[in-house]
């Protein structure tokens, strides 16, 4: 009797949480399992696929785009890895995370069948065949990235020409820099002469004391806005990615673009498909679908990147065409320098981050 | 009373018989998540902090107590105390700002109060991302404050509040406050009126009946507040990012980037491991300290 | 007078903190009729971005998804959490220090960590990734803090009253739904608001525990970050902190009524 109302608590309890368990993980595995399903699930940053792009494929195609984030190489390497290969059909990210996941004992990545992607022929072939995967077996280039110094010349009184005049006392307390360590730290070995992917343990000690030296100028690093410190006047100067001076531009037409005269750094997002992708023939629609020259086009316009695509050229606005940050000429691409995985360097290079963030 | 001395075995029969049903509703479900859901990650972590980064930033199975003798250096050591004064600043700002504002809401008529505690918690139902960049907005060279104040000439040149020290205490202060305030308040509201008027009664001033009878019964509110509070804020640190120029490294990115850029997922585990034995240790501590003074159970 | 005095004080006092507490909601909302999309420059009025917010799919539901986890998690922490603190702070038992130590740890733990340990768990018993293991995660990281605000709430309690309830004739559930429970009501009010404050806003552990199907909304408004992040946000929120007042207000409206009923 004085046990009843107990009895029946509990069971309430536990069966309206085990009902709802079922029901919800229910309802999540029908999605996933089926690959004539039409849906392709994407998996990049944020608006890098423009919506019109994406409305225009699923018009196209009928096929629904379930387009997922994330904010950074390294997450979704590790996502990637804690799933094991699944969820995503089609994953946009950097070159050397491709190579650091074609180096893999358990490869992610599936390759991708060239004969069901006929518009591969349209991507610009120096850009293709790159050492992170060469003759194309696992990835497609969409944009590449790069990143310029922007700078505020009704502020600053001497003209800045390349990476040494970011250490100019006279900028102290005034640098907005990207907050990544590969950049920053590549910026300084390349100020040395030294190759942004050094690992011999001397030079890299001798760019952490010239890196050190740097911080009383340093202002502000930011990984994602590094153009809205420069625009609310919190900062002077500027070493960013080319959309992200190019919003800078866009915002305040004193700001004045100069591509580093030391050597600029390229970095190459690809299309990949992760090996246990749900929808593989969806995905490579999709794939197909991007590398059209005029979506191409359309895209590049959008994320302001630079576009890979040779089809694409004729669609270009005279406004993305004289857009610096966006529209680098061939002469700078040839001679700038790609990021590759430093191996057993990374610790090192971790360490070299830590101490100049400690400074 | 003479009815317990009556019955006797009735009474003790019904103690015996229900308490271990009743008991197990009352501890399975919290003991059955908790262990269902956390055991194993832990084991987990556990297990890889003793194991190396492979070359290519996998796990290499290979035991070896190098991730905590790498944490035993002066590097790591200033990252973890740069944290922990962060954080027990936050602390001691939310608690002297907060306790006052708890105090002043727990008197409010009772018909308003609820409200005024929503009041409180409803900024926080908006993301915490926009409201960092709002603050961003308010606190640039360029941005609103400045722009009024020297509208109004009371400066001649903007104020650089931005991407300072000051600027990261008030965000995370700001961030972290109903945290502070909601246990404070549950404790205060708790205190019957009665016993401060017996206090001053007996002749205490104001002054005398806070410290010796308000303080110490809100003290469990005061130690919930603060943990609440300083936990997260070692952990907090995008406001650091964000607010102040992600000029420091706090123990929160050195986590974030083993995991997340250099990819040596081991380290990071043991990290993870040492910090929070540490953050345990401290809490504990204090615990042990403050409970010994003020004679109450909280934990 | 000198309690005349205080009040001022205090009134002044509760208003700085408030306006502490306002200012930046007070920008999200102006901002979100700002016609620049970056920057900190007022460019006129408009009511585009809710237009754009309104057509904005992806938006849409990451915030459902974000409300619905909140919401179920804040409710399955907080039933299980509260009778886990009455539990635990009257009863010991064997494990006990086992399962305070687990509680512990969650709250310590990085949420990096969690997120990652999480999902290999979930991977590695074929769990699919979705709105149920969001749900799950976030019960987790929530049931100690209401155990916490909880636990502090029943410190100092007086068990005499307990026994002297039973005494005449009433049973344990009775006892616990009439005694105890409505003198941890405010505890567990506060737990819940905090849980669901956590569940809403958080990034990292929904970042590894999502899938593809079920983006929340502070995923959401992280990744756009790269890219600027759209006032349509600003519309977002603004649009959250009218529909909770005006809840709130009507709550107040039926409560007002109803005492001046009686």
């Known amino acids: 009797m004085k046990k009843n109302p107990f009895k029946i608590l509990i069971l309430g309890i536990t069966s309206v949480c085990f009902i709802f368990a079922l029901s919800a993980c229910s309802i999540q595995s029908k999605p996933t399992s089926d690959n004539s399903e039409k849906v392709v699930n994407l998996f990049t940053w944020a608006n890098y696929v423009p919506d019109s792009v994406v409305n225009e494929f699923e018009k196209q195609t009928g096929i629904k785009v379930n387009y997922s984030n994330f904010s950074t190489n390294e997450e979704m390497l590790a996502k990637l890895q804690a799933s094991r290969g699944s969820e995503y059909d089609v994953v946009i990210c950097s070159d050397y995370i491709i190579e650091v996941m074609g180096k893999q004992k358990n490869i992610l990545m599936q390759p991708i069948d060239k004969a069901k992607i006929p518009n591969y022929k349209n991507v610009d072939p120096q850009f293709l065949n790159q050492v992170y995967d060469k003759g194309n077996k696992y990835s497609m280039p969409y944009t590449l990235g790069s990143q310029m110094i922007v700078y505020n010349s009704e502020k600053v009184n001497f003209p800045i020409r390349g990476y040494k005049d970011l250490w100019n006392p006279a900028l102290k307390n005034s640098l907005v820099l990207v907050d990544d360590p590969r950049i920053v730290l590549g910026m300084t070995l390349k100020k040395l002469g030294y190759s942004m992917n050094e690992t011999d343990s001397k030079k890299l000690d001798q760019a952490k004391q010239d890196l050190l030296k740097l911080k009383p100028n340093v202002k502000v690093l930011d990984a994602d806005t590094p153009h809205n410190s420069l625009i609310n006047g919190d900062t002077t100067v500027g070493f960013m990615y080319g959309s992200q001076a190019s919003a800078a531009v866009k915002a305040n037409p004193k700001f004045k673009i100069v591509y580093p005269e030391e050597g600029m750094n390229a970095e190459e997002d690809n299309f990949i498909i992760p090996i246990k992708a749900p929808h593989k023939e969806n995905a490579e629609k999709f794939i197909n679908f991007m590398l059209d020259g005029k979506i191409s086009n359309e895209a590049t316009t959008a994320n302001e990147y630079v576009n890979t695509n040779k089809a694409a050229k004729k669609y270009m606005s005279k406004e993305y065409l004289n857009n610096r940050a966006v529209f680098i000429p061939d002469s700078e691409l040839k001679r700038a320098e790609r990021f590759r995985d430093v191996g057993s360097a990374t610790k090192t290079y971790d360490l070299i981050w830590s101490e100049f963030k400690q400074r | 009373m003479s009815s317990r001395s009556e019955t006797p075995v009735v009474k003790n029969t019904v103690k015996r018989r229900i308490p271990n049903f009743e008991k197990s509703f009352f501890i399975l479900p919290i003991s059955g998540w908790m262990i269902f859901f956390m055991a194993v990650p832990i084991l987990y972590i556990i297990f890889i902090s003793f194991l190396q980064r492979g070359i290519n930033g996998g796990i290499d199975v290979i035991f070896s107590l190098e991730n905590y003798k790498r944490i035993f250096s002066p590097l790591y050591l200033r990252i973890f105390l740069d944290s922990v004064s962060i954080a027990f600043t936050t602390t001691l700002c939310t608690l002297f700002l907060g306790y006052p504002f708890a105090y002043l809401v727990a008197k409010i008529p009772k018909r308003f109060r609820i409200l005024a505690v929503m009041l409180i918690i409803i900024p926080f139902w908006t993301n915490s991302l926009i409201r960092t960049y709002a603050w961003m907005i308010l606190m640039s060279t360029g941005g609103l404050i400045n722009n009024v104040l020297i509208k109004m000439g009371l400066i001649s040149e903007p104020l650089k509040m931005l991407y300072t020290y000051g600027a990261v205490l008030v965000g995370m202060i700001y961030a972290l406050f109903p945290f502070m305030v909601l246990p404070l308040y549950t404790s205060i509201e708790k205190i019957e009126g009665i016993f401060i008027d017996a206090a001053k009664d007996l002749g205490a001033n104001p002054l005398k009946a806070f410290l010796t009878v308000t303080l110490p019964l809100t003290m469990p509110g005061i130690i919930a507040g603060c943990i609440l509070v300083f936990i997260p804020s070692l952990g907090l640190f995008y406001i650091c990012v964000l607010m102040g120029g992600s000029k420091v490294m706090l123990i929160g990115n050195l986590i974030k980037n083993q995991f997340l850029v250099s990819r040596d997922w081991p380290f990071g585990a043991a990290v993870s491991i040492i910090m929070m034995i540490a953050i345990l240790v401290i809490i504990g501590i204090s615990i042990k300290l403050l409970g010994k003074k003020i004679h109450l159970e909280v934990f | ?262």
């Open chain 3, 1 to 262: 007078m000198k309690t005349k005095f205080f009040r001022q004080i205090s009134n002044i006092y509760i208003g700085m903190i408030f306006i502490y507490l306002y200012l930046p909601i007070f920008i999200v909302v102006v901002y979100s009729f700002n016609k620049s999309m970056a920057g900190t420059e007022w460019m006129g009025f408009t009511m585009d971005w809710y237009r754009k917010l309104f057509k904005d799919l992806n938006v849409i539901i990451a915030f459902k998804n974000s409300l619905t986890i909140a919401i179920v998690s804040t409710v399955i922490s907080s039933i299980i959490g509260t009778i886990g603190a009455v539990g635990l702070y009257k009863y010991n038992f064997k494990g006990k220090n086992l399962v305070e130590g687990l509680l512990d740890i969650t709250i310590v733990i990085p949420e990096v960590i969690m997120g990652i340990a999480l999902l290999m768990y979930f991977s590695q018993m074929r769990f699919p990734l979705g709105i149920g293991t969001l749900v799950l995660s976030h019960t987790t990281f929530s049931i100690p803090f209401v155990f916490i605000v909880v636990k502090s709430r029943l410190a100092g309690f007086d068990s005499s009253i307990e026994d002297a309830a039973m005494d005449l004739g009433a049973s344990r559930f009775k006892v616990f739904t009439s005694i105890i429970l409505p003198l941890i009501l405010p505890g567990i009010l506060s737990g819940a608001m905090i849980a669901f404050v956590l569940s809403f806003d958080d990034v990292i552990i929904n970042f590894f525990v999502s899938g593809p199907e079920s983006t929340t909304l502070p995923i959401k408004i992280f990744s756009m970050l790269r890219f600027g992040l759209s006032p349509e946000i600003n519309a977002l929120c603004t649009l959250m902190l009218l529909i909770t007042f005006g809840i709130l207000i009507m709550v107040q409206f039926i409560k007002t009524m109803g005492t001046k009923k009686v």
